[in-house]
C-alpha cells in the first residue's frame, strides 16, 4: 500500500509538528478550474470560481485556466459531457496540469469515474477546503477532526487510478486486478482509522467539555466572532484583546478557537472567541466534522458576526453565515453585526442589508485601524446585559469578595454604601446570579414590611375603631 494512504494513527502522536497524511494530504502544483452552470445554479459561476482561486491558492495550487459547461443538468456520471471531458484531458496535457478542480461536490461516482477518464488528481470544493484544513489544524483536536473528514471523504472515493496505475503503464487487465484487491485493502485499512480516530476524538472531546462545563458556571459571559472566512474576526480579536492570534489575508487562516479575555471599561469582563471562519457551501462533512468545535459557538452567550462591509458580495456571505448557525443550533443567539473593514468604505456609503441582518444591532468598525472598536464594546454589553438577570442587592460588608464579584461578571448602575452593607443595581450573568439572590434589596424589604398577618391584625383595629367609637 502506498504511502499517501497510510495515516498514523498512534496514540501518542505529536499532533502539533506532523504533516498530514492522506490522498489528500499532498496538494497538487498546478490545476485547473472547472464547473457547471445549470439552470439550479444561485450563485453567479464566476464569482464562485474566483472564490475556488483563492482557496486553491490558499492551499499553495496555481490555477492555469478555467472552464464551464453550460448544460440543463450535470451528467449523473461524469458532470461533464463526453465531449467536454475530452476536451478537458487536452487541456490539462497542455497546461501540463497535476489535477483538476471542481467548483462542485462530487458526487462518489462521479470522482472516480472523471479519475479514470482522465488519469490525472481530481478535486472538488470540499477535498479543496480539506486539505487547506488538514495544512492549517495545529490543535490535537482540530487535527482529529480533519483527519477523520479526510477518511471519510476518501471511503467511498477510493481509486488507484492517478497514484497508481501511472498513466505510461497502459494498465492491463492483470494490472486492474491487482489493483481492485488494492482498493480492498485499503479500504478495511481506512475503516479501521476511521474507528481509532473516533475513539481518540471522543476522548479528546469529553477532556473539552469538562473545560467547558467549568468555565461556564465559573467564567465570564463568552463573545463568540463568527463570520465568513476572511472577514476579520482575527484581526478583531487581536484588536479587542491587544494579543496577537494569527490574521492573515488567506481564506481559513484560523481553525482552531481562540479564547481572550477582555476586560471593558466598567471593570466587566468578558471572553472573547474567534472561530473558524464559515465559507458558501461549506461542505456537510466539514460541517459535521467541525461540529464539535461549532458547538461552542452554539454555547456562547453573544455571537458578534463578524462581516466584510467592503465585499461585493456582502450580503451573501452573511446568508451564508446565517444558514451554516442554523445547522449548528446557534441560530437563535442573541447577534450583534459588526461592519467591518469599514476604512475601505466611500465615505457616504450605506450597506443596504436585508433579512435577518436588518434587524440587528449594528456597528461600523475598523478592525484594522481601530475606529468605531469603542462602540462596538458598547454595544456588546448593552445586547450582553439584555440576557442579564436584573439585581438590587444590599452586600454586607463582610462579604467584599461578592461586591468584587459583581464588578467582573456584571454591570453596575447604582453602587452606594450604606449603614447595612454595599448597595448595588444591576446586571450578573444567569449564571453568576445564585450567591446575590440571598441579599436583595426587595428580600430586605419584605423584611421590614408588615408581615400579611400583621396587617391583617392592623386591618382588624382599624376596622374595630370606628365601633367602638360609635360605642363611645
Ligand atoms: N482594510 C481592512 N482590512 C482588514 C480589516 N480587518 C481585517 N482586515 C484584513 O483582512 C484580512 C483577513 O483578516 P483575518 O482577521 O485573518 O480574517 P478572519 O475572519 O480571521 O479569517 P479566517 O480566519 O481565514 O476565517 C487580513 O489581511 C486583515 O489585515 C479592516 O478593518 N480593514
Ligand atoms: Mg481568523
Keep these: 500500500m502506498p504511502e499517501q494512504v497510510i495515516r498514523q494513527t498512534e496514540k501518542n502522536r505529536d499532533n502539533e509538528q506532523k504533516p498530514m497524511q492522506g490522498l489528500l494530504a499532498d496538494a497538487p502544483l498546478r490545476a485547473i478550474l472547472v464547473s457547471v452552470e445549470t439552470v439550479e445554479t444561485d ?84 477535498a479543496l477546503i480539506l486539505i487547506i484544513f488538514g495544512q492549517r489544524a495545529r490543535t490535537r483536536e482540530g487535527r482529529l477532526q480533519v483527519e477523520l473528514a479526510q477518511v471519510e471523504y476518501d471511503l467511498p472515493r477510493l481509486t488507484r487510478q492517478w497514484s497508481h496505475l501511472s498513466r505510461q503503464s497502459g494498465g492491463g487487465t492483470n494490472q486492474r486486478g491487482e489493483g481492485e484487491k488494492q482498493i480492498e485493502v485499503d479500504r478495511r485499512l481506512l475503516r479501521r482509522q476511521k474507528d481509532q480516530l473516533e475513539e481518540e476524538l471522543d476522548q479528546v472531546r469529553s477532556q473539552r467539555q469538562l473545560h467547558r462545563e467549568r468555565r461556564k458556571y465559573a467564567g465570564a459571559p463568552v463573545v463568540a466572532l463568527v463570520g465568513y472566512t476572511n472577514a476579520g474576526k482575527s484581526t478583531m480579536l487581536n484588536r479587542l484583546a491587544g494579543s496577537q492570534t494569527l490574521a492573515e489575508d488567506k481564506l481559513f487562516a484560523t481553525l482552531d478557537p481562540t479564547t481572550r479575555r477582555v476586560r471593558l471599561a466598567g471593570g466587566q469582563e468578558i471572553l472573547f472567541s ?27 452567550d453573544l455571537l458578534v458576526h463578524v462581516v466584510d462591509a467592503s465585499h ?40 443596504e442589508l436585508t433579512g435577518i441582518a436588518a434587524t440587528l444591532p449594528k456597528v461600523e468598525v475598523s478592525a484594522m485601524k481601530g475606529t468605531g472598536v469603542e462602540d462596538l464594546l458598547r454595544c456588546i454589553s448593552e445586547t450582553l446585559v439584555e440576557q442579564f438577570t436584573a439585581l438590587d442587592v444590599l452586600i454586607p460588608y463582610d462579604r467584599g469578595e461578592l461586591v468584587a464579584q459583581f464588578h467582573q461578571y456584571g454591570t453596575i448602575e447604582v453602587e452606594e454604601y450604606e449603614e447595612g452593607g454595599t448597595h448595588i443595581r444591576g446586571h450578573v450573568p444567569q449564571n453568576h446570579s445564585g450567591p446575590f439572590h440571598a441579599f436583595e434589596r426587595v428580600v430586605q424589604e419584605k423584611k421590614v414590611r408588615p408581615s400579611r398577618r400583621a396587617k391583617q391584625e392592623l386591618a382588624e383595629q382599624e376596622a374595630s375603631q370606628p365601633e367602638e367609637s360609635i360605642v363611645s
Design 43 to 126: 450563485w453567479p459561476v464566476d464569482e464562485s470560481l474566483d472564490e475556488l482561486e483563492q482557496l486553491a491558492s490558499t492551499a499553495g495550487v496555481q490555477c492555469v485556466d478555467r472552464m464551464v459547461q453550460r448544460m440543463e443538468h450535470p451528467h449523473p456520471s461524469t458532470l461533464l459531457g463526453s465531449g467536454k471531458v475530452q476536451e478537458l484531458a487536452e487541456l490539462l496535457r497542455f497546461h501540463d496540469c497535476d489535477a483538476v478542480i471542481f467548483d462542485l461536490e462530487l458526487r462518489p461516482n462521479q470522482h472516480r469515474n472523471l479519475e479514470r477518464e482522465l488519469e490525472i488528481q481530481v478535486l472538488d470544493r470540499t
Design 312 to 351: 461585493p458580495h456582502v450580503q451573501h456571505q452573511i446568508e451564508a453565515v446565517e444558514q451554516v448557525l442554523e445547522e449548528i443550533g446557534g441560530g437563535g443567539l442573541p447577534m450583534v453585526l459588526a461592519l467591518n473593514k469599514a476604512d475601505l468604505l466611500p465615505t457616504d456609503h450605506q450597506l
Design 274 to 300: 474567534d472561530t473558524v471562519g464559515f465559507v458558501q457551501r461549506l461542505p456537510t462533512t466539514l460541517v459535521a466534522a467541525f461540529r464539535a468545535t461549532l458547538e461552542e459557538v452554539a454555547e456562547a
